[in-house]
T-cell receptor, first 113, second 110 residues
């Protein structure tokens, strides 16, 4: 596609439910990032993929969070047993390589009620 | 640490210049970026500078880099109301992840 696509754009879920967030990066981009932006806050790094492997998972806040990337393309971020503090906008970005311009998707706004 | 720091708010009058500052910690950073986030939108790259440069100008935008002090700034000339947004600086270190600052909310008033 022309840009980074994220789905859904909005998700409201009940506390304790699992959610999956999807990111379709720009075709051919090897690097993929997940960030979280809480209301009024900066960007919190979650995880970085180079191809299908994740050399840096240091930002995942707890073991309820996991992510995978298949075929060097689509990535899913899974949050298990969601909590209210997980409410945020989850942003995905991709770049051609790890040190070139990152293009961001519009984000998924997650609300846990 | 990995912190990239910015002041949280900046308010300027339309037509004046805006200067948004950023300090970073890793002297091995290769590229430094400025991103803009408008309300309800994703982040958009505004400009970037390679670490061996001191200055880069792009129309109304001027980026200054002081490697010795690890200080990066973005100057917007003739600031317009459409420039109101959150501005993030970010550093990359080779093929490693991008580290973003906390963001500076720029408000432009008439």
């Amino acid at each position: 596609g022309a840009g980074v696509s994220q789905s859904p754009s909005n998700k409201v879920t009940e506390k304790g439910k699992d959610v999956e967030l999807r990111c379709d990066p720009i075709s051919g981009h090897t690097a993929l990032y997940w960030y979280r932006q809480s209301l009024g806050q900066g960007l919190e790094f979650l995880i970085y993929f180079q191809g299908n492997s994740a050399p840096d998972k240091s930002g995942l806040p707890s073991d309820r969070f996991s992510a995978e990337r298949t075929g060097g393309s689509v990535s899913t971020l899974t949050i298990q047993r969601t909590q209210q503090e997980d409410s945020a906008v989850y942003l995905c970005a991709s770049s051609l390589t790890g040190d070139t311009e990152a293009f961001f998707g519009q984000g998924t706004r997650l609300t846990v009620v | 640490g990995e912190d990239v720091e910015q002041s949280l708010f900046l308010s300027v009058r339309e037509g004046d210049s805006s200067v948004i500052n950023c300090t970073y910690t890793d002297s091995s950073s290769t590229y430094l970026y400025w991103y803009k986030q408008e309300p309800g939108a994703g982040l958009q790259l505004l400009t970037y500078i390679f670490s061996n440069m001191d200055m880069k100008q792009d129309q109304r935008l001027t980026v200054l880099l002081n490697k010795k002090d690890k200080h990066l700034s973005l100057r917007i000339a003739d600031t317009q109301t459409g420039d109101s947004a959150i501005y993030f600086c970010a550093e990359s270190r080779g093929t490693d992840k991008l580290i973003f600052g906390t963001g500076t909310r720029l408000q432009v008033f008439p």
